[in-house]
């Protein structure tokens, strides 16, 4: 089992940033293509940003380039998404997965897949508002 907890959600207004931890025990997540997701209210979950293993491919969805990166920390088996210049259409649950086989832009794209990805996380809420 991979348990993944993310962290650092919050409250920010229009322009603001925030970086979402995703940290694991157990399992390195250096060998995982990791992936964040969201889903806002009366929307579809959305694969936002995935990253391959050992800080590989990185796919984005149009609308977070620019704004978004992700990194790992392999010495904490974290993985960040840090936002920058967020606008209120980034509201939603972040999530992070792990899986050991997905390459990113599947991982981010193929929604068949994600009921069968290795570990979800439980959510981090993110709420930008003025």
């Known amino acids: 089992q991979l348990p993944l907890v993310e962290s650092g959600g919050g409250s920010v207004q229009p322009g603001g940033s925030l970086r979402l931890s995703c940290t694991a025990s157990?399992?390195?997540?250096?060998?995982?293509?990791i992936g964040w997701f969201r889903q806002s209210p009366g929307k579809e979950r959305e694969g936002v940003l995935c990253l391959g293993p050992g800080g590989g491919r990185t796919y984005y969805v149009a609308s977070v380039k620019g704004r978004f990166t992700v990194s790992r920390d392999n010495t904490k088996n974290a993985v960040y998404l840090q936002m920058n210049s967020l606008k209120p259409e980034d509201t939603a649950v972040y999530y992070c997965?792990?899986?050991?086989?997905?390459?990113?832009?599947?991982?981010?794209?193929?929604?068949?897949?994600?009921?069968?990805?290795?570990?979800w996380g439980q959510g981090t809420l993110v709420t930008v508002s003025s």
């Open positions: 997965a792990a899986d050991r086989t997905s390459v990113p832009q599947a991982m981010c794209r193929e929604t068949a897949v994600w009921p069968h990805l290795d570990a």
């Open positions: 157990g399992p390195t997540l250096e060998d995982y293509t």
